[in-house]
């Protein structure tokens, strides 16, 4: 697995883990479902963002011929 997909997977599950706390403390009780999928939407885009940002340099490999 690429840099980016292990970035991206690791953000997911931090994602998650906060939604898990905030389900677990009531606070997705009193926003709503709509809005609390719109938030995850957004999450997952600035997460895809970040890890393509992130996913280094493009180098081009020469090749030597003799």
């Known amino acids: 697995m690429k840099w980016t997909g292990m970035y991206f997977l690791g953000y997911i599950i931090l ?3 906060l939604l898990g706390v ?4 009531g606070v997705l009780e ?3 479902t709509t809005w609390t999928l719109i938030g995850l939407v ?3 885009g600035i997460g895809i963002m970040v890890s393509v940002a992130n996913s280094g340099t493009k180098e081009n490999v020469e ?3 003799k």
């Open 15 to 17: 994602v998650l883990g």
């Open 22 to 25: 905030l389900w677990k403390t």
């Open 30 to 32: 009193t926003i709503g």
């Open 42 to 44: 957004i999450a997952i």
């Open 63 to 65: 090749i030597d011929r």
